[in-house]
């Protein structure tokens, strides 16, 4: 069972930048594809960037405009987010997903807040 938790969300201005981390567990596969999706109160999820662990190679979603960017550090069995110049409509819950069998994102953490005001 792939167990995923995130932190590092908060409260934050306008133009300001936050790092989010999503821990996942060792049993994790070594070529698992990861997500963040965010979530805001009266919206639909969105993807916000994904990562293909072995291989490395990511993707952003287009409407972020290059500001939000998503690594790892296998070392640490750890995924994050960095969101530079964020802006109110940034506001939402961020969660990280995990799709080990190439069937979809079917674990996910329980999620963490992102407020800018």
């Known amino acids: 069972h792939v167990q995923l938790v995130e932190s590092g969300g908060g409260s934050v201005q306008a133009g300001g930048s936050l790092r989010l981390s999503c821990a996942f567990d060792?049993?994790?596969?070594?070529?698992?594809?990861m997500a963040w999706f965010r979530q805001a109160p009266g919206k639909e999820r969105e993807g916000v960037a994904a990562l293909d662990i072995g291989a490395g190679s990511t993707t952003a979603n287009p409407s972020l405009q290059g500001r939000f960017t998503v690594s790892q550090d296998g070392a640490k069995n750890t995924m994050f987010l960095q969101m530079n110049s964020l802006k109110p409509e940034d506001t939402a819950m961020y969660y990280c997903?995990?799709?080990?069998?190439?069937?979809?994102?079917?674990?996910w953490g329980q999620g963490t807040q992102v407020t800018v005001s």
């Open positions: 997903a995990s799709d080990p069998n190439g069937l979809g994102f079917t674990y």
């Open positions: 060792a049993y994790t596969p070594a070529n698992v594809r």
